[in-house]
Each structure stands twice: as C-alpha cells, then as structure tokens.
C-alpha cells in the first residue's frame, strides 16, 4: 500500500524562486527518504533523514521531518530550469522495501 | 556511487510475445533487487523483490506466472513479462540496495515497454 502522500501533485514556478514539497506517511518511520525522476527515467536518491532528526542539509535541499504529524517537507532553494522533475518521498517497509508515494511534478520556468 | 544498468531502455512487442528486461548492478553485488511498475504520471508500485539464489518474492496482486523474475547471480537480475498484452504496457524500473550505501536505493534508467 502506498505510504507516502505528496503534497501539491505539481507546482510550477519561476527561476530562481524556492519550491516547497509536502509528504505524509502513515506508520512509524526509521528513515524517510526523497527521490527525484527525470521524465522516462529511473530515480535518483537525494537525501535521507533519519527519525531521530528533525532537519538535513544537502547543497540547495533542505529536508526537515515532524514525527508527531508524521510529515516531511522538501525545500529547493534558488530553482533552476534542471530541476524541473518529480520528487517523490519513500518510506521503508522492512528489508530495504520501500514504498514511494504519489509524487510532486515540479516544473521550473525559465 | 553504485550503478544500476537496466536494459532495454525501450521495447516494443506484439500482444502474446514474451519479453525480458535486465537489471545489473554494475560495480556492487546485489543479493536483493526490487522490480517496480510505473504508469504515466504516477508513483511506483512494487511488484516484487528478487532474491539471489531463492524465488522472488511477490507482492499482493501482481501474478508470479505473469512476470518471471530470476536472479541468478549477485549482479543480474531478470523480469520476464509473458504473453504480454497491451494491459502490461508500462514503465518497469529495477533497484538495488548498496550494502556500503545502507538504506537507499539505486535505480535502473527504466524500460519502457509497449505491447501492440
């Protein structure tokens, strides 16, 4: 079952703006993770943030997870028209499963 | 980091074909593997995991019959849609967890397969 919800399903905003992506997920966490998939491609792993972490840092991405809502969000600092792309956020189901959600289509306007 | 090699990237077969897609992890052994099915502008579903040595396990739904999977060695595995028909055109993507790397995937570029 799909754990993750993301929240919009897509936004579109200008270059150079920052862009906000919202994820929820249902049962207990050890990590949650963020993905991004060029079109017709395979995923690219972008951060992982642990439960026991409330905020992560990766260049112009910036993670932060809430347990208690059992929400994360991911931020993209100064867009660029290379970011154009779907995030999506997963959450492990035992074993290395895991399992993606609804993803985010991100377009970035030049 | 890790590489995932899946190919083809793109097939296309008539209806009652049966067609083979191939996942490596090219410089890391993977004794699990995880194959994923994609629709147009949604997320990924897991179909199943792929065990080095053992049968693949399946998740609810997805017909065992119908999409083989065989990992024969730490570095390949295959899915197999047989008798394809048009209901299986989708987007397939592999995975592969690197031991070294701990809980994040890397992934195959996709196979686009469309049934005729």
């Known amino acids: ?110 | 980091g890790a590489v995932v090699s899946q190919h083809p990237s793109r097939v296309i077969c008539k209806s009652g074909t049966s067609v083979k897609i191939e996942c490596r992890s090219l410089d890391f052994q993977a004794t699990t593997m995880f194959w994923y099915r994609q629709f147009p502008k949604k997320s990924l579903m897991l179909m199943a995991t792929s065990n080095e040595g053992s049968k693949a396990t399946y998740e609810q739904g997805v017909e065992k019959d119908k999409f083989l999977i065989n990992h024969a060695s730490l570095t390949l595995s295959t899915l197999t849609v047989t008798s394809a028909h048009p209901e299986d055109s989708s987007f397939y993507i592999c995975s592969a967890p690197d031991r070294t790397a701990s809980e994040k995937l890397f992934f195959g570029s996709g196979t686009q397969l469309s049934v005729l």
């Open chain 1, 1 to 110: 079952s799909q754990q993750g919800e993301e929240d919009p399903q897509a936004l579109s905003i200008q270059e150079g703006e920052n862009a906000t992506m919202n994820c929820s997920y249902k049962t207990s966490i050890n990590n949650l993770q963020w993905y991004r998939q060029n079109s017709g491609r395979g995923l690219v792993h972008l951060i992982l943030i642990r439960s026991n972490e409330r905020e992560k840092h990766s260049g112009r991405l910036r993670v932060t997870l809430d347990t208690s809502k059992k929400s994360s969000s991911l931020l993209i600092t100064a867009s660029r028209a290379a970011d154009t792309a779907s995030y999506f956020c997963a959450t492990e189901q035992g074993a290395q499963k895991l399992v993606f959600g609804q993803g985010t289509r991100l377009t970035i306007n030049p």
